[in-house]
């Protein structure tokens, strides 16, 4: 078990939430966490492996590509596979702000958001509180601001999905069913007779991304089940899938997960 730990210095800080603690866990077959009534929440991105969540007396499964939230004052349990365990990122707080945003956004009683990648954006968080040219009030401040694009960014992806525009649900539509093919950005901005400025404002709008990363992001999702469930070579499935060269999508992958498409395949294969 190994974690990169970032511990923010809250002692001189008058606020009603705080972000306290943040990092990355790699987690080994041992890892478990009890905390009867939390005094804080977390929130936690999965990359790798897969693990079990016990909330209000159900299980919930997370894996790779999953985010879960547990929110403060309440009985924190989970663990991870020890044939497979978690590798994470996550940031945890103090005080209300967690559980009111939860309630704002209508989370409910939901505990793991499915295939709903908010890596970057915790990444972000702990950036913060790496950076020693920030005050601890600013570390706050920015963290803070960066919880609740977290939240919102979970809410649009995973919960309002039925809300989204016409032209964003038709634009969906059109990239998930031609995930392997090379759509342009001209292509789309035809597709709903706009411009391209418009496509790009409407993805940043209401998904957070611009339509080349959303694009990118299905690809890359879509590569992972081909690493895991066939035994087709990384080149092929760099052909297949449309990139440019297998160094691209090498580099693609590896950014996104933190692991080579080779070592994912290694690592998905050894643990089946």
Not at 12 to 35: A, E, F, H, M, Q
Request: aromatic share 14%.
């Amino acid at each position: 078990m190994y974690e990169d730990l970032y511990a923010c210095d809250t002692t001189s800080l008058n606020l009603p939430s705080k972000v306290s603690l943040c990092g990355t866990s790699y987690c080994d077959s041992t890892y478990k966490i009890v905390r009867p009534k939390s005094e804080f929440g977390t929130m936690e991105y999965i990359i790798s492996g897969t693990g079990v969540i016990y909330h209000n007396g159900k299980k919930h499964i997370a894996s790779a590509g999953d985010t879960y939230f547990l929110p403060p004052n309440v009985d924190q349990y989970y663990y991870s596979d020890p044939q497979n365990p978690w590798v994470k990122v996550f940031f945890n707080m103090t005080g209300n702000l967690m559980y009111q945003l939860a309630n704002e956004y209508s989370f409910g009683n939901t505990v793991v958001f499915k295939n709903c990648d908010t890596r970057e954006l915790i990444s972000e968080i702990i950036s913060i509180a790496q950076n020693r040219n920030y005050t601890p009030y600013e570390i706050q401040e920015k963290s803070l601001m960066q919880v609740q694009k977290i939240f919102m960014h979970i809410y649009h992806n995973t919960i309002n999905t039925d809300t989204l525009p016409e032209e964003l649900r038709i634009l969906k539509d059109y990239i998930d069913s031609n995930i392997t093919g090379n759509i342009t950005l001209e292509m789309m901005a035809a597709k709903i007779f706009r411009s391209k400025n418009y496509v790009i404002r409407l993805f940043k709008s209401h998904l957070y991304v611009t339509p080349y990363e959303y694009f990118l992001d299905r690809k890359m999702e879509l590569s992972k089940q081909l690493l895991t469930t066939t035994a087709m070579p990384v080149k092929q499935i760099s052909n297949y899938l449309g990139f440019d060269s297998p160094r691209y999508f090498s580099q693609s992958f590896t950014k996104k997960y933190g692991v080579s498409p080779a070592a994912w395949r290694k690592t998905t294969s050894a643990n089946k």
